[in-house]
């Protein structure tokens, strides 16, 4: 699960460490995008503004594992 925490700030671009094409496919592997889109919000928010979000918090990772983890509806 954790690594799907990553593929939020990966895809949105702010992780140079995380290939893209790799996060997409994980992304793709766990449904996030039932819910989630890189640049538009659907039932919850867009990859990009996840990341805006969490910029410039240096625990941003370990926030959304948790998020990811234990679910983060209505966050």
């Known amino acids: 699960m954790k690594s799907v925490a990553l593929v939020v700030l990966a895809l949105a671009g702010t992780l140079a460490a995380a290939p893209a094409v790799a996060s997409e496919e994980l992304a793709k592997k766990h449904a996030c995008f ?35 983890k234990k679910g983060g509806t209505g966050a």
Do not use: M
């Open 34 to 68: 039932a819910c989630h889109a890189v640049d538009k919000k659907l039932v919850g928010p867009s990859y990009k503004d996840v990341a805006a979000k969490y910029r410039s918090d240096k625990g941003a990772e370990a926030k959304l594992f948790d998020k990811v």
